[in-house]
């Protein structure tokens, strides 16, 4: 099993740009997919991006398609967010999810369907 840590989190001005770091320790990444999540206070945990096991395909939430672009690197045990154009309403607790697989429509996108969570980074986005 792998451990997630994410890192790369603060406090930016509207339109500015941040770049998260989610590094595992642990043996065999390559065999999980991990998805970018965020929590905002009050608010339930949120799908923002996931990523194929080698990296090949991407998929995002359509709030930050575009703006957003998740990649990672296997050899280095990471998986990076490039946040652009950021808005107040990105302002949450990122966090990293992964898992091997799972079955259903959509069920990447559910947060119930991953046991393994790194403790989220703050992204916080000033008006």
């Known amino acids: 099993q792998v451990h997630l840590a994410e890192s790369g989190g603060g406090l930016v001005p509207a339109a500015g740009s941040l770049r998260l770091s989610c590094v595992a320790s642990?043996?065999?990444?390559?065999?999980?997919?991990v998805t970018w999540f965020r929590q905002a206070p009050g608010k339930e945990r949120e799908y923002v991006a996931r990523i194929s096991y080698s990296g090949t395909s991407t998929y995002y939430a359509d709030s930050v398609k575009g703006r957003f672009t998740i990649s990672r690197d296997n050899a280095k045990n990471t998986v990076a967010l490039q946040m652009n154009s950021l808005k107040p309403e990105d302002t949450a607790v990122y966090y990293c999810?992964?898992?091997?697989?799972?079955?259903?429509?959509?069920?990447?996108?559910?947060?119930?369907?991953?046991?393994?969570w790194g403790q989220g980074t703050q992204v916080t986005v000033s008006s």
């Open positions: 999810g992964a898992l091997t697989v799972c079955s259903g429509y959509g069920c990447y996108r559910s947060p119930t369907e991953y046991k393994i």
């Open positions: 642990g043996r065999t990444f390559s065999n999980y997919i």
